[in-house]
Each structure stands twice: as C-alpha cells, then as structure tokens.
C-alpha cells in the first residue's frame, strides 16, 4: 500500500491562505481549468463568506519538501480539490469582482453592500472585511508521494461537479496524459487555433491526433478510444512508444503551423482540425505535403459554400460528395468512415482541384 498521511491544516484563514497563495499550486497537471466558475458563482461564493455559512473543505497534496513551481516559487501544497473555490476568493480580494447586486448580510439587512468589493469593504464596512479576513476555510491535507493516488482522489471528488471528457482523461494521469498535455501546448493551438480552451478543448483534440497516429489505419476518435488509449499508454514501460508518437504529431504540428494564419478561421472547429491533421499526416508520408497551400485550403471551403448555395436551387446540380462531407462534418464527426471520407475528399481537391467535383 502507498504511504499516506492524511491531517487537517491549522491556521487556515482566508487572509492567512491568500498570504501563502504563492506556496500554493492551484494548477497540478490533473487538475481542471481555472476560469470554469461564472461571476454567479463567485459572488454566491464570497455571499457564502459574509454571512458565515459552511463551506466545503478543500484538499490539497502535501509535499514531502517544497516543490519549485513554473514562476519559481516554492509550493508546499498543490490543490486536489477547490481551485474554483480558492481562485474565486483570491480573485475577489485583488478586486476582480465585486459583490453581486442582490448581495444581503443576514445579520443586518440594512448594510447595503451591494457590487462593493474587497477594497470597498474595508473602507465602508470594515466589519464585513473582518469576517472574510478571519474566515476560517476548513483544508485536509494529503502527505504522499503517490501522484497515481493524488489523481484517483482528484477524479473521485471531482464525481460531485461532473468533469467533461478530457478533464476526467487529464485526471487519469500516466504516460499519455502526460503527452496530451504536452501536444495541446504546441504552438499550433497557441498561435492558430481560434477556438476556446475553456475546458481543455485543446487536449481533447491532441488526444484524438495522438490516437490517429498511435493508429495504422484511420480508427474513431470517440471518447471510448481516447480513453483507451490513455489507460494502454498508462505505465511508465510505455514512454518510449509514447515519445516516438509525441515526435510524429509534433512533426505534423511543426508544418502546419506553417500553413496557418493566427486565429485562422479555417481552424474554427474541431472536426476540421482533425482532418486537417489526418490529410497533412498522410501527405507527410507520402512525400506531398509541400504542394499543399492556405489557398488551397481556402478555396475548398469556399466550394463548399457554393455547393450548398447551388443545393438549395437545384439539388441535380450540385456535387453529391461535397454535400455529403458537410453532412458527415456535423454529424458523427468521430466516426471511423465519417473521418476518412472527409479526409479522401479533401485530398482529391488538393490533388485535382475542383474540376474533380464537376465530372463527378
């Protein structure tokens, strides 16, 4: 069995945690996204606060000795469970927020601190600010070096606020977690991708060019195969086959970035993304990938948009696999022959242009 401590933290007050936030790593890599907490969530939070409700305990990983985090900072905990908690308070104390303006002190409803923030409230009601200062935030700690532990209290806590497909992925941790995370950092979604990252957008697509190239033939890329692919490439015996997969998606990242513009618009969907990284995946192999351009790529949806266009007043006339694309493209996006129909119709226009499509 893993060697665990579990203990309560004292001297656990908002002010008292806020003065070691920066030994306080909010962003484990199996943790969710910050940000995922609407304004309504974070008032209700600080209402909760104010008016000396309970609140749910958080849990943080103890280290053995501080850890040195990205800013250079010493952390002695890392966040299991309550980062929207935490960074909502942290937030509302450097005046990020206000309080909401239906806010109300049960002790004494003729305090009108409605939209007041934390610097307001030391100014007009110091009381107030007094009672979140010394809020004391109850915090189990978990001393263990058993990060495959860390991530299963993670996941299991988090059952309560439902985790969306790649968060839970993130949350299983091992090798290709790991390289997910890696792949969805590449310059690629920083620079061209326009779509949000909100919810770990990003590594749900750099799990499915990971599980496309893990694959010989084109595979579905729903979420049953992406999670498979993460418990497959889960122990460590299995970093070798995972860097040489890693190697080759950054490889097709590395030309592809090349061929986009920042927030290019040809990027603003998923299921494009993915076939855009099987074609230029397959044109890599087989030695064509230079005669692709923007303007290609331009100029195909721009067809497609004629070819719904023409749809629409003569049905005869229109190209049957340009309209079957598009239907495939919002239906079944994953799917195994959705994926490589698309894929095969963007490389004949590629390869033929559009005259292609016309003697069809």
Do not use: C
């Not at 008016?51 to 280290?63: T, V």
């Not at 598009?326 to 095969?344: A, C």
């Amino acid at each position: 069995m893993p060697s665990m401590r579990i203990s309560e933290l004292r001297h656990n007050s908002i002010l008292r945690l806020y003065a070691e936030k920066d030994h306080i790593q909010v962003d484990p890599d199996y943790q969710r996204m910050g940000g995922v907490w609407n304004l309504d969530k974070r008032q209700l939070l600080m209402d909760t606060i104010l008016n000396e409700l309970d609140m749910p305990k958080l849990y943080f990983h103890e280290f053995d000795s501080p850890k040195t985090s990205d800013d250079g900072k010493p952390a002695k905990y890392a966040v299991i469970d309550g980062r929207q908690r935490l960074e909502s308070i942290y937030g509302f104390i450097e005046g990020k927020f206000g309080l909401a303006e239906d806010f109300t002190y049960f002790a004494d409803p003729q305090v009108d601190a409605r939209g007041l923030t934390y610097q307001d409230l030391g100014k007009q009601y110091p009381l107030l600010k007094t009672i979140l200062d010394s809020y004391s935030i109850p915090v189990t700690t978990v001393l263990t070096d058993d990060l495959d532990l860390v991530e299963e209290m993670f996941s299991r806590l988090n059952e309560a606020v439902p985790l969306n497909a790649a968060e839970k992925r993130n949350a299983k941790g091992g090798v290709m977690a790991r390289v997910i995370r890696d792949v969805a950092n590449h310059r690629f979604f920083a620079e061209n991708v326009p779509f949000s990252n909100n919810r770990y957008q990003y590594r749900e697509v750099a799990a499915k060019f990971l599980l496309l190239t893990t694959n010989a033939n084109i595979g579905d890329t729903k979420k049953a195969y992406l999670d498979q692919m993460v418990d497959d490439y889960h122990s460590q015996d299995k970093e070798d086959e995972t860097q040489a997969v890693y190697q080759h998606v950054t490889r097709v990242l590395d030309q592809a970035n090349s061929l986009f513009v920042e927030n290019d618009g040809l990027l603003r969907t998923q299921a494009m993304t993915v076939v855009y990284f099987q074609v230029f995946k397959d044109a890599m192999s087989d030695g064509w990938f230079d005669n692709i351009t923007r303007q290609q790529l331009s100029a195909f949806e721009q067809m497609r948009s004629r070819n719904r266009e023409l749809a629409e007043e003569d049905l005869t006339q229109a190209s049957y696999d340009l309209l079957e694309f598009d239907r495939m493209h919002m239906q079944g996006s994953n799917d195994k022959t959705s994926i490589e129909f698309r894929v095969s119709t963007l490389i004949q226009f590629l390869k033929n242009g559009e005259d292609y499509f016309r003697s069809k």
